[in-house]
Every structure is written in structure tokens, then in C-alpha cells.
């Protein structure tokens, strides 16, 4: 995380790359900060109960949620081409007749 959120600068001296915000919501550094209170949380727990290990299967349930939401529902459930193209057709014939 601390290599993320490093700047970096030329010969000069002037920064280039301010480097990423640990704090914003939908970046990386997020998910990283909750991967590692999480196993905090869980290891303070361990010495306790060894049962509460289990809740270490959030992380990759997380991940799979994520990437299902984001990348693999739109792509299974997207519309084709051709059915964009008729609804704009239709649409803009839509327009037309009103004018």
C-alpha cells in the first residue's frame, strides 16, 4: 500500500505521479485497508475461537461478488449490437414523427 500511495518525481525534482489515494471509496487502496483489517480482526479472534478462521472466505466470496457485478453480468447479460441499433432507429423515427 505504501508503494501505491508514493509520489514520483523527475531529475528535477518535480512530481510526476502523485500517486494513488488510499481514502477514495472505488480505489484499490480501499480493498486493500479491508483485506487487512479483516485479518486483523480475524487473527485477534483466532486466539479466542479457531472457528471464526472461516470468515477469511469473505475475501475471495468479495472478489467473485465484485468481478460478477463489474465485468462477467454485463458481458452475459448485455444486449447485442443489433438490438442497440433498432432501439435508436425506433427512436429517432420517434423524433421525426413528433416534429
Do not use: H
Not at 28 to 41: A, M, N, P, R, T
Not at 73 to 92: C, G
Amino acid at each position: 500500500m505504501r508503494s501505491m500511495a508514493r509520489c514520483r518525481r523527475n531529475e528535477k525534482g518535480q512530481v510526476t505521479d502523485a500517486g494513488l489515494d488510499l481514502n477514495q471509496p472505488d480505489a484499490f487502496g480501499e480493498y486493500c485497508k479491508d483485506v487487512v483489517i479483516l485479518c486483523s480482526f480475524v487473527a485477534i479472534g483466532a486466539t479466542i475461537w479457531s472457528m471464526i478462521l472461516w470468515l477469511l472466505l469473505l475475501i475471495p466470496a468479495y472478489v467473485f461478488y465484485k468481478l460478477w457485478k463489474m465485468i462477467i453480468a454485463p458481458w452475459f447479460f448485455a444486449e447485442s449490437l443489433e438490438q442497440e441499433e433498432e432501439k435508436k432507429i425506433k427512436k429517432r423515427e420517434r423524433r421525426l414523427r413528433k416534429t
